[in-house]
Antibody
Framework: EVQLVESGGGLVQPGGSLRLSCVASGFTFSSSWMGWVRQAPGKGLEWVANIKHDGSEKYYVDSVKGRFTISRDNAQNSLFLQMNSLRAEDTAVYFC????????????WGQGTLVTVSS | QSVLTQPPSASGTPGQRVTISCSGRRSNIGSNHVYWYQQLPGAAPKLVIYSSSQRPSGVPDRFSGSKSGTSASLAISGLRSDDEADYYCAAWDDSLRGGVFGGGTKLTVL
């Protein structure tokens, strides 16, 4: 059974930093593209970033470029999202998801972790 | 405002067929596959259509997808109460070099 478990969310002040983690099991993590998708409270889904199975390609939504960094550790079956210079508009549930391609096909999702940016 | 345009709401009675539209551009729907996700209240999204018209294993054949030009649609036939959810279309955008989602359609089963 595929499992994706996110952690690291919480309350942070504007301008602060947070690192999200996602531990994967039940599939070949090192062969999968991985991504982060977020959902602001009461709002729709927004794609945030994708990373290739070997980490050689990364893509970001414009609003997080230069502030967020996606990375992975295939030895630990783990995906990360380092979030710096956080803004109120980054407040959302962040989902970790896996897929076979670079695009927005995500076959499996985690349960999400809530990030709240507020003073 | 979302790059892909969906109606905010749709509804139908049990047993009916409903269709949800998704409009985009040549750089996204016009050039790439479309995906549809179902999100039940309080849950993570679930893929129900991939490659514009394919169903993952376990998704009933009541769900179907199609694409024409820069538009796509999701159809649900034999509507059931447990189909009540938010539905999102998504695609890769070659110009943005990133993924885009529609704003979501809230499906109500009357």
């Amino acid at each position: 059974e595929v499992q994706l478990v996110e952690s690291g969310g919480g309350l942070v002040q504007p301008g602060g930093s947070l690192r999200l983690s996602c531990v994967a099991s039940g599939f070949t993590f090192s062969s999968s593209w991985m991504g982060w998708v977020r959902q602001a409270p009461g709002k729709g889904l927004e794609w945030v970033a994708n990373i290739k199975h070997d980490g050689s390609e990364k893509y970001y939504v414009d609003s997080v470029k230069g502030r967020f960094t996606i990375s992975r550790d295939n030895a630990q079956n783990s995906l990360f999202l380092q979030m710096n210079s956080l803004r109120a508009e980054d407040t959302a549930v962040y989902f970790c998801a896996s897929g076979p391609y670079y695009d927005v096909r995500f076959d499996d999702w985690g349960q999400g972790t809530l990030v709240t940016v507020s003073s | 405002q979302s790059v892909l345009t969906q109606p905010p709401s749709a509804s139908g009675t049990p047993g009916q067929r409903v269709t949800i539209s998704c409009s985009g551009r040549r750089s996204n729907i016009g050039s790439n596959h479309v995906y549809w996700y179902q999100q039940l209240p309080g849950a993570a999204p679930k893929l129900v259509i991939y490659s514009s018209s394919q169903r993952p294993s376990g998704v009933p054949d009541r769900f179907s997808g199609s694409k024409s030009g820069t538009s796509a649609s999701l159809a649900i036939s034999g509507l059931r109460s447990d189909d009540e959810a938010d539905y999102y279309c998504a695609a890769w955008d070659d110009s943005l070099r990133g993924g885009v989602f529609g704003g979501g359609t809230k499906l109500t089963v009357l």
